[in-house]
């Protein structure tokens, strides 16, 4: 099992700053699997960054992924109020299949 | 406008069977690999079960043997076939639509919950 860790776990913030949230994973990740969803309180995820760095449909340019082999990030450059909620990383191989971090909660 | 649209939760004693059913809109389940993903109460995001479009499957250990994933192509429908379910399964059940060629789900329902308890 490929197992996927964020850091941290909550994170305090305020509209306007700048966030940097972690993923690190256990075996290596193609480029291309690795995402980052957003997850609303009583809603469903949505993805917000596929394949390490593409911005899914209907997400700002505010939100930017990074990173390779065994260590992504997500980046939010300006907060914004809606921007508060919890963020999962998850990746794909034909090996180990389909995994989730635990999450990070950006709070106010 | 694609759409999924999740049914078949409710309140379940342990030991009993539950299918869930995964109605899709706006595309074709039988050419998209599709999957199951679940979130218990205050917890975070579980991958389940996927069906790829050869119709080839797989689970997590956690349901191995339990759970089995299925689609009808003349519904559009996708289904998850839960035994011997366990108070450890009490969850909400989300259906998703993977993005060929990346991994990732670009496409949620609005998940239903099954509670497993006497």
């Known amino acids: 099992e490929n197992v996927l860790t964020q850091s941290p776990g909550t994170l305090s913030l305020s509209p306007g700053e700048r966030v940097t949230l972690s993923c690190r994973t256990s075996?290596?990740?193609?480029?291309?699997?690795l995402a980052w969803y957003q997850q609303k309180p009583g809603q469903a995820p949505r993805v917000v960054i596929y394949?390490?760095?593409n911005r899914a449909t209907g997400i700002p340019d505010r939100f930017s992924g990074s990173g390779s082999g065994t260590d992504f990030t997500l980046t939010i450059s300006r907060l914004e109020p809606e921007d508060f909620a919890v963020y999962y990383c998850?990746?794909?191989?034909?090996?180990?299949?389909?995994?989730f971090g635990q999450g990070t909660k950006l709070e106010i | 406008e694609v759409q999924l649209v999740e049914s078949g939760g409710g309140l379940i004693q342990p030991g009993r069977s539950l299918r869930l059913s995964c109605a899709a809109s706006?595309?074709?389940?039988?050419?998209?690999?599709m999957s199951w993903v679940r979130q218990a109460p205050g917890k975070g995001l579980e991958w389940v079960s996927v069906?790829?479009?050869?119709?080839?499957?797989y689970y997590a250990d956690s349901v191995k043997g339990r759970f089995t994933i299925s689609r009808d192509n003349s519904k559009n429908t996708l289904f998850l076939q839960m035994n011997s379910l366990r108070a450890e399964d009490t969850a909400v059940y989300y259906c998703?639509?993977?993005?060929?060629?990346?991994?990732?789900?670009?496409?949620w329902g609005q998940g239903t919950l099954v509670t497993v308890s006497s």
């Open positions: 998703a639509r993977g993005r060929p060629n990346f991994g990732d789900y670009e496409n």
């Open positions: 706006g595309f074709t389940v039988s050419t998209n690999y």
């Open positions: 069906i790829y479009i050869d119709g080839d499957t």
């Open positions: 075996q290596s990740v193609s480029s291309s699997s």
């Open positions: 394949g390490t760095s």
């Open positions: 998850q990746q794909y191989s034909r090996s180990t299949r389909y995994t």
